[in-house]
């Protein structure tokens, strides 16, 4: 995927599918679930499936906007001691390998204090990441890490809810990269209907925005995925992919090559199925 000088590969994305007049599919997966390897293997998978872009979750031991699917897979994952470095290192791992798709970083903020902000922006520029959402940074507090993710280059997209109200057109005017709009109120997981009031919050955020919006929390199908695709220019699919990996848990952590095969092949397939269809 080719960039111009200076130019974010999100942006990049987005200008490339706006005018094919497609929505990008944007998955999420948690890092070390079930191992770092199988990660950067997964996130190969992603790419081949038709991601356009992909965030990379960072475990954390109180995931506070997470349902239990994440949770379970964060757990897994700590259990091998891996840390925020770790993590990080998967984007250039799949580099190497050929991956070319934009990063995003999803963390929380504690391990990005306790890591240091300027040791922080100093790895996501050496592994290559584009964007990153930090869930428990609120816009009133965000400015220092705001000023320093733009002189990196690097954008802060921001998570908005239907029930963010006055805040929306606040949120999503100073967003940078796209804004997450959340489907549902509560945290992530798989669901069967979404907020009552989405449509017109969509809207309001779309007025409100410069830069592309994005849906996502519940989203779990391809049929959720064209639901919102004439609304949005994204869909993110977390923890339905989340639950794929971890009904291949028994193929991913065989000892034999031919069942790991298998078990990432399911995890592709299934986001292969996610893709809304072009009319």
């Keep these: 995927m080719s960039t ?16 094919k007049g497609e929505t990008a599919l944007i998955p999420f997966m948690t890092m070390g679930d079930p191992d770092l390897d199988t990660s950067v293997e997964l996130v190969q998978a992603a790419e081949a499936a038709g991601a356009h872009m992909i965030e990379l979750g960072i ?16 757990e897994r994952a700590l259990k091998n001691k891996i840390s925020l470095t770790d993590c990080m290192a998967v984007a250039s791992r799949a580099r190497e390998r050929g991956v070319k798709l934009p990063f995003i970083l999803f963390t929380y903020f504690n391990p990005v204090l306790q890591l240091g902000l300027g040791r922080y922006f100093d790895l996501l520029k050496e592994h290559g990441f ?12 965000d400015s220092e890490v705001r000023a320093l993710a ?3 280059g690097i954008h802060l ?14 949120i999503a005017a100073n967003a940078k ?5 959340v489907s549902s109120l509560g945290v992530t997981g798989v669901r069967s209907t979404f907020h009552e009031g989405i449509d017109a919050f969509l809207s309001t955020v779309r007025r409100a925005a410069s830069v592309p919006i994005c849906v996502g929390f519940g989203i779990s199908s391809r049929e959720h995925a064209e639901r919102f695709a004439g609304q949005c220019d994204g869909v993110i699919v977390g923890s339905a992919i989340v639950r794929q990996v971890e009904e291949a848990l028994p193929l991913l952590t065989a000892p034999d090559p031919a069942s790991r095969k298998q078990g990432i092949k399911n995890v592709q397939d299934f986001i292969a199925g996610l893709k809304p269809r072009v009319d």
């Design 4 to 19: 111009a000088p200076n130019l974010n590969a999100i942006d990049s994305v987005f200008a490339a599918l706006k005018a």
């Design 59 to 74: 475990p954390y031991s109180d995931p506070l906007a997470d349902g239990p699917v994440i949770q379970r897979a964060s």
């Design 130 to 141: 584009s964007g990153m959402i930090i869930p428990d940074l609120p816009l009133e507090e």
């Design 150 to 152: 733009e002189e990196h």
């Design 157 to 170: 997209i921001p998570l908005v809810a239907p029930t963010s109200e006055a805040r929306v057109e606040r």
């Design 177 to 181: 990269g796209f804004v997450y709009c």
